[in-house]
């Protein structure tokens, strides 16, 4: 199973829920959290102006807010005393209707600035988070088309994808979401706690002596739940890694029978998750009951105080009305910020994913006075190059090789000889560790890759399609393609008959994996791309392997056409294929330990001629080793 299917990973939202829904929901964490948040922090100080807007409006929203439940008891106590007037006879005893009118237009002023700005807040907070994404993904595009192929090679797709792509989503949800809801309760635990001292300081202490008890009981709480989170988590990833490769290989595991075998592994995993599930959403979801038991002690304390307080004449009943509501908003913006702070300990952690991706070692930067190869002949040579992909592993040592222009160069040996890295090499994917490499006697160091690059036309075994039409896939050969270059070169690749045949022909639109067309026909179009490309100098890795006798012939000639007087790199499997080269290298080993033509090497007797029989006799040393 791939490192990426197992890779599970929470949706941008998690921790955002419900209070309390992912108190126990295990925080991946930083490993240099400060230096990371520094780092983070810069990517917001050129949008430092809108950050203190934003704190500034969260301000004013959230006091004009606050001092709500304030106003609304004096509307009580004016309601209560004008009640309790009309009880005891007084003379001329009313309610005051009209001032408790003023309270209540009043309050939904007050709210109605709220409002306004906490949307003001909202939407420069918008702005400022989207930007700063836009900026962070621009340096992480900039950096991956920075970086070498080793870093590919090392790296799974679905961990880069993860890196670019969720870690991003995820800085950009908090950055958007939680740093304003931090900002505002933060603001509002302190108004509260102020507004609940001009009250009664006495009746503040018992509220918040409730808090601590609260705070330590949650924290219990979390921290058993915590490990049948992770438990979630991980049977959760085998999950979805399982399905997932059933699904793929649905066409396999029906046709050996392992439909049962299947099932039963689903329904192990299943069980697993299930039983990590449910104790971990439980024991969570005990947290708010406790929270709310105990914040009820807290309220009858509160209220038998104030009854009190208000017997003696020390406040008013409204203050005890106002004093109630504050304490359950009280609860609130400090469970908020506590589970907040778990977010933006994960939303680190995805920074520094994300960094370490800018941290990576780049490609040797070109030249700035890069030599131009105007007009390439595609002349290549090797002089004493020597490459590991390991400093202490070489897998090539001193290898020299003359091509001269318009030869045919076949590479042929066993899995693992070096081929591949051979054409690796040559096209700068990687560098040498000593020797050089030139094309037309220029070093290929002082090339621009790019320029380098625009030499070669490659078709490989491996055929890669974007998801669009078919004249687009070919036209990616070259730049400014018109539709005749394209149908050209898709008859000389002897792929116009059967993209005429499909209902849109040349329009036909390609799905993401192009698994609407045949493996063959794919590589009939990169073949034709190829062709579009005109290139000085050749790659063909056993481009004619997914495609049946009769195609194979078509596409050979179409080939030896292209090939006239273009220097080309055939990597066979197939030694059938190269029996016309012009020159035949064996790599062994990553060294070239025989070379010539076919007859001269057949002639040899010695590891091509081996190679070259074993195909036709079927020996299973020769499936081996190619």
């Known amino acids: 199973m791939s490192a990426e299917r197992k890779e599970h990973r929470p949706g941008p939202s998690g921790g955002r829920g419900p209070l309390g829904s992912h108190m126990g929901m295990p925080v991946q964490k930083a490993k240099n959290f400060k230096g990371t948040l520094k780092r983070l922090m810069?990517?917001?100080?050129?949008?430092?102006?809108?950050?203190?807007?934003?704190?500034?409006?969260?301000?004013?929203?959230?006091?004009?807010?606050?001092?709500?439940?304030?106003?609304?008891?004096?509307?009580?106590?004016?309601?209560?005393?004008?009640?309790?007037?009309?009880?005891?006879?007084?003379?001329?005893?009313?309610?005051?209707?009209?001032?408790?009118?003023?309270?209540?237009?009043?309050?939904?002023?007050?709210?109605?600035?709220?409002?306004?700005?906490?949307?003001?807040?909202?939407?420069?907070?918008?702005?400022?988070?989207?930007?700063?994404?836009?900026?962070?993904?621009?340096?992480?595009?900039?950096?991956?088309?920075?970086?070498?192929?080793?870093?590919?090679?090392?790296?799974?797709?679905?961990?880069?994808?993860?890196?670019?792509?969720?870690?991003?989503?995820?800085?950009?949800?908090?950055?958007?979401?939680?740093?304003?809801?931090?900002?505002?309760?933060?603001?509002?635990?302190?108004?509260?706690?102020?507004?609940?001292?001009?009250?009664?300081?006495?009746?503040?202490?018992?509220?918040?002596?409730?808090?601590?008890?609260?705070?330590?009981?949650?924290?219990?709480?979390?921290?058993?739940?915590?490990?049948?989170?992770?438990?979630?988590?991980?049977?959760?990833?085998?999950?979805?890694?399982?399905?997932?490769?059933?699904?793929?290989?649905?066409?396999?595991?029906?046709?050996?029978?392992?439909?049962?075998?299947?099932?039963?592994?689903?329904?192990?995993i299943n069980e697993r998750l299930y039983n990590a599930g449910w104790k971990a959403q439980?024991?969570?979801?005990?947290?708010?009951?406790?929270?709310?038991?105990?914040?009820?002690?807290?309220?009858?304390?509160?209220?038998?105080?104030?009854?009190?307080?208000?017997?003696?004449?020390?406040i008013e009943i409204g203050d005890v009305q106002a004093f109630i509501q504050y304490s359950r908003q009280l609860t609130w913006p400090i469970t908020q910020a506590a589970n907040i702070a778990n977010v933006i300990q994960s939303t680190i952690a995805s920074a520094e994913r994300v960094f370490e991706i800018l941290d990576e070692s780049e490609e040797i930067p070109d030249h700035d006075n890069a030599r131009i190869i105007e007009f390439p002949k595609g002349e290549v040579r090797f002089q004493n190059v020597k490459f590991g992909y390991k400093e202490d592993a070489t897998l090539i040592e001193n290898m020299n090789i003359d091509v001269k222009q318009g030869q045919t160069i076949a590479i042929v040996g066993p899995t693992g000889a070096g081929k591949t890295t051979l054409v690796n090499l040559l096209m700068r994917f990687y560098e040498t560790g000593g020797g050089k490499i030139t094309v037309d006697g220029v070093d290929i160091r002082d090339l621009k890759r790019g320029d380098l690059r625009s030499m070669f036309g490659m078709v490989l075994q491996d055929t890669w399609l974007f998801n669009g039409t078919i004249r687009d896939n070919i036209a990616y050969g070259r730049e400014g393609a018109t539709h005749e270059d394209v149908v050209r070169a898709a008859k000389a690749a002897h792929a116009d008959h059967f993209i005429r045949t499909l209902p849109d022909g040349y329009n036909t639109i390609l799905n993401e994996e192009a698994s609407n067309i045949s493996q063959g026909q794919k590589q009939l179009l990169t073949i034709a791309r190829a062709i579009l490309a005109n290139p000085a100098i050749l790659i063909l890795d056993e481009a004619t392997s997914s495609v049946d006798t009769r195609t194979e012939i078509h596409i050979q000639k179409a080939m030896i056409e292209l090939m006239q007087g273009r220097t080309s790199f055939v990597i066979a499997h197939r030694l059938s294929t190269i029996r016309d080269a012009d020159l035949i290298l064996v790599m062994n080993n990553g060294s070239i330990i025989e070379k010539g033509s076919h007859n001269e090497l057949l002639y040899q007797g010695g590891f091509y001629a081996d190679l070259y029989n074993s195909q036709f006799t079927g020996a299973d040393l020769g499936k081996e080793a190619i």
């Open 42 to 268: 810069g990517y917001l100080k050129p949008r430092r102006l809108q950050l203190f807007a934003v704190f500034l409006t969260a301000i004013l929203s959230t006091v004009f807010s606050i001092v709500s439940p304030k106003i609304l008891g004096k509307a009580t106590t004016k309601l209560f005393e004008g009640i309790m007037q009309k009880m005891m006879h007084v003379p001329g005893a009313k309610v005051d209707f009209q001032y408790i009118g003023q309270i209540i237009l009043m309050l939904v002023g007050l709210y109605v600035i709220s409002a306004f700005f906490s949307y003001i807040q909202q939407y420069i907070m918008a702005g400022v988070a989207q930007k700063t994404v836009y900026d962070m993904r621009n340096d992480v595009n900039d950096k991956l088309a920075r970086l070498p192929l080793k870093f590919f090679d090392s790296h799974t797709h679905g961990e880069i994808l993860s890196r670019v792509t969720n870690d991003v989503d995820n800085i950009a949800s908090t950055l958007q979401q939680s740093m304003t809801q931090l900002i505002t309760s933060v603001i509002t635990i302190v108004g509260i706690v102020i507004m609940m001292l001009t009250i009664s300081p006495i009746m503040t202490l018992i509220a918040l002596i409730t808090l601590p008890l609260s705070l330590f009981v949650t924290a219990k709480i979390a921290k058993r739940s915590q490990k049948y989170f992770a438990a979630q988590q991980k049977e959760l990833g085998q999950l979805n890694g399982h399905v997932e490769e059933m699904y793929t290989g649905h066409k396999i595991v029906k046709a050996f029978g392992r439909e049962g075998e299947s099932i039963e592994a689903f329904n192990n």
């Open 282 to 314: 439980f024991i969570s979801g005990i947290i708010m009951p406790m929270m709310s038991f105990i914040g009820n002690i807290g309220y009858v304390a509160v209220c038998v105080v104030g009854g009190i307080l208000v017997t003696k004449k020390q």
